[in-house]
């Protein structure tokens, strides 16, 4: 009877096991965590990555030493500064 009952707990327990090593490697998808959509900075340099499909070009406002810039980017990865002088870019809603 103990083996009727630990049977079917243990398949359960392999089968979650297995489910959940599967999602965590489907989720994990280096293209996606390389060139993220915005502002993203690696160790020396800053980009702004404008993810459209359209081929719009957009004013972003960039945090850098002094004064906020502005600058005018097109689709895809853009680089806007060392990142020791950049510490954030976003979109001002505008066009260019």
């Known amino acids: 009877m103990r083996v009727r009952r630990s049977l079917p707990a243990l398949i359960g327990a392999l089968a979650l096991g297995l489910g959940m090593s599967m999602a965590s490697s489907a989720t994990a998808s280096p ?17 702004y990555n404008h993810c459209t499909s359209d ?15 502005e600058q005018c980017v097109g689709p895809g990865v853009t680089w806007i500064g060392s990142a020791s002088d950049v510490s954030g870019a ?6 260019c």
């Open 31 to 47: 293209g996606a965590v390389k060139d993220p959509c915005g502002y993203f900075a690696t160790a020396s340099d800053a980009y």
């Open 55 to 69: 081929g719009s070009h957009i004013v972003i406002e960039i945090d850098d030493w002094g004064p906020n810039s």
């Open 90 to 95: 976003w979109y001002t809603g505008r066009l």
